[in-house]
């Protein structure tokens, strides 16, 4: 399965026109390995300069870089955790979703009506917070329910050790809190993973501005809110202008990069979206090169080189012999792999080595 990161936010806040741009965007078909795209899904490519990078040198006949999945996620209004609107709908699309984007309205305009009769990006974030707080708390009381007689009377050892996490978990629900501000450690974490809780995904905020502010964001009222409140969870906040982005989205690359300029922005909000997106779920990418293709796969941080290899094929990883590895850094400085392998910085990695982000990997097999 692909790697999803779900929009929410409440309505007229940006939400519908920033997934338009993600739509607009979209990866080819031909490029994208899985069948079917879902017409509330958009597969976008991870933004790379290194694959760029790597084209000038091989000139490949095939570029393909690495993709990522916005769902667009319908029916949030005030009371969704108890089924108002789409309530129920909303939930379980949100709950497949391995991180959730949560875009909050930052700009004035009279003619967009605010569901809650005004532009208060505090208030709309809350909003939203307390439906995934009040779901997951729904969603541990009833696993409690399930499973306290196990664990208070018949001292089952596996229902204690959850029984106790789940009660940690409701505790900070009913202060309000997410589940992610509790400090679990890996086999807490492993554990009520099964629960799939919202509020356990990562969170990035998205600070939809106007086309006037966005290219200085830090004179933005609401933005320097939501920034603060972002900080105090430890949360990122990425400011952007829906409405620029699927502008940017109509656009070729040459036009794009001109826009851009014109408003003084080094790159796209979307953009930035789809990195922060793929790093806060702690990925990364290892490269292949060559003629015939340059290719950008993720993996997750800490993988092994066997692991990797598996990215690509199964039968990589189970006949994996070595990886021939070198860095980008190093083949961009140096201008070839020839170039590379006589400066010696050209490595030979067994079953041991983890992977580093921007390694150009070859590996040998049998099977």
């Known amino acids: ?55 000038e040198l091989f000139k490949p006949k095939k570029t393909i870089y690495t993709t990522f999945e916005f769902t667009d996620i319908a029916g949030l209004v005030k009371g969704a955790s108890k089924g108002e609107g789409l309530g129920n ?23 967009i009506t605010h ?37 208070t009377m018949a001292k089952e050892k596996d229902a204690i050790v959850e029984y106790n996490i789940l009660k940690k978990i409701k505790e900070v629900l009913l202060e309000g809190k997410p589940a992610r501000s509790l400090d679990l450690d890996k086999d807490e974490t492993l554990l009520v993973k099964n629960f799939a809780l919202l509020t356990l995904k990562p969170m990035i905020y998205v600070a939809n501005m106007s086309e006037e502010e966005i290219g200085d964001p830090e004179n933005n009222e609401n933005y320097q809110k939501v920034k603060a409140y972002a900080e105090a969870e430890n949360n ?86 070595k990886a021939e590895v070198y860095s980008f850094e190093d083949i961009d400085k140096y201008g070839s792999e020839q170039a590379v392998k006589e400066a010696g910085r050209l490595r030979i990695e067994g079953k041991e080595y983890i992977a580093q982000d921007g390694d150009v990997m070859h590996f040998r097999f049998n099977v």
């Open 1 to 55: 399965m692909p790697l999803t990161a779900g929009i929410v936010g409440l309505p007229n806040v940006g939400k519908s026109t920033l997934f338009n741009a993600i739509t607009k965007s979209q990866v080819e078909a031909a490029n994208y390995p899985f069948a079917t795209i879902q017409p509330n899904v958009g597969v976008v490519e991870v933004p790379d300069a290194r694959i760029d990078r790597l084209v």
């Open 89 to 111: 709908q909303f939930l379980s699309n949100i709950r497949l979703c391995d991180a959730i984007c949560h875009v909050v309205r930052c700009f004035e305009d009279a003619d």
């Open 115 to 151: 569901v809650e009769g005004s532009v208060d990006p505090i208030r709309d974030i809350e909003i939203i917070n307390l439906e995934l707080v009040m779901a997951d708390l729904q969603t541990v009381e009833n696993r409690i329910g399930k499973i306290e007689r196990k664990a």
């Open 236 to 321: 990122l906040v990425i400011p952007i202008s829906a409405k620029i982005e699927e502008e940017l989205s109509e656009m070729d690359k040459e036009d794009k990069d001109m826009f851009l300029q014109d408003l003084g922005i080094s790159e796209s909000g979307l953009d930035k979206v789809i990195k922060a997106a793929y790093n806060i779920l702690g990925l990364c990418t290892f490269l292949t090169a060559g003629e015939d293709e340059c290719r950008a796969w993720t993996f997750h941080k800490g993988m092994t080189a066997p692991e990797c290899a598996g990215v690509i094929h199964t039968d990589f990883q189970r006949g994996f012999i």
